[in-house]
Every structure is written in structure tokens, then in C-alpha cells.
């Protein structure tokens, strides 16, 4: 994952718990909108994280 989309997943985290105090709920459509984006990017950076791992372990097996 770069640095670019640690600073974005960060920054969605920091607005999601911001919008959640300030609205006294998680089930406000702007809450849950964040939410949504916020699994986006952890499920992107997940399959990134297998890929990569995948790769060392092919390459492990090719040695």
C-alpha cells in the first residue's frame, strides 16, 4: 500500500469517527456513506496485500 492511499484510509478513518461523534450515530446516511468508502480502500489495500503475498510465495516455490 503507498503512502498516498495510507494518508487517504487515514484520513477517511479520522472523518468517519469525527461524523459518527458529531451525529450521535452510525446509522446517518453520512456516516455510512464514509463507512462504505472506507471498506473500499481496506478491501483494495487487503487484495494488494494477498497479491503481494502470493508473489513472494510463488517466487519462493520457483527457488
Same mark, same amino acid.
Given at each position: ?5 495510507? !494518508?487517504? &484510509?487515514?484520513?477517511?478513518?479520522? =472523518? &468517519?469517527? @469525527? $461524523?459518527?461523534?458529531?451525529? =450521535?450515530?452510525? &446509522? @446517518?446516511? $453520512?456516516? #455510512?456513506?464514509?463507512?462504505?468508502? #472506507? /471498506? =473500499? #480502500?481496506?478491501?483494495? +489495500? =487487503?487484495? $494488494?496485500?494477498?497479491?503481494? +503475498? /502470493?508473489?513472494? &510465495?510463488?517466487?519462493? !516455490?520457483?527457488?
Amino acid at each position: 500500500m503507498d503512502e498516498k492511499s495510507v !494518508k487517504q &484510509l487515514e484520513g477517511l478513518r479520522r =472523518q &468517519l469517527v @469525527h $461524523e459518527a461523534n458529531r451525529r =450521535q450515530t452510525l &446509522l @446517518h446516511h $453520512e456516516v #455510512l456513506n464514509i463507512s462504505q468508502r #472506507l /471498506d =473500499q #480502500l481496506i478491501y483494495k +489495500a =487487503q487484495v $494488494e496485500m494477498s497479491m503481494k +503475498a /502470493d508473489n513472494r &510465495l510463488g517466487a519462493l !516455490k520457483s527457488s
